[in-house]
């Protein structure tokens, strides 16, 4: 029947054969690829797979390892994109959803700048931000900010008006309804959306870095595909996707403890 929900061994029995099923089809691929070419580069074989993760893993010349530098450049630039968003996308969308006034000025200019893509937008944010660091947070955060806010504001006019009106008959003030009522009927459905907004969000980030940035994850994947090593091409993604995993993940587990009714209803 649609919707039955499966064992938990089984759940965990289907994800491990579908991770199985990926590398068993690149291996398949690689092999077939280096029988035409014993020297191609392009599908690497789990060898040569292996010297790239040994290659920017161990110092170079410099003394420094590429995966340390890159990590931590990438990664402060998308928590201060991501932390700007969020706060910034929550507050319009509380505003927007609360107070008619506002959604009437807000509406308009919000749903605009949900339509821009932000990586045709490159160029836009040289000019107003430079290349360093504002540039990459302010494209993080203009970019998720109109996706979080439109979820907020959607998420607060979904909430039955008859909840609203028994709050105020119990005497609870406009700013109490708002922080007691709305935000706790907002709050699991805005994690959902920062959740799906962290794809995005690493995209726009490699996309500058890949354009103008001298490290970071997107700086070394372009570098190293001019040269030809996609034996380190490819671990940077799977480290980029690892990465976003960890995140969606976390803001789960933070989901479940602040909003454990909301995940009771789900299931």
Known sequence: ????????????????????????????????????NPNDTTIPSWSQLAEGVKKFTQPDRKGERWVVEDSLATGERLAMGLALGIVFGFLIGMLMGCIAPVEAFLQPPISLLAKVPQTAALAVYFVFFGTGMEMYVAMISFGIIPALAVTVYLAVKEIPAEMLDKAYTLGASAFEVATEVVFKQVLPKFIDAVRLSIGPAIVFLIAAEMVVGDVGFGYRIRLQFKLSNMNVVYPYLALLAGFGFLLDYGFRMLQFKLCPWYQSHTK
């Open 1 to 36: 029947m649609i919707g039955r929900p499966i064992t938990r061994a089984k759940a965990v029995l289907l994800s491990v054969l579908s991770v199985l099923l990926l590398l068993a089809g690149y291996t398949w691929m690689s092999h077939r690829q280096h029988q035409v």
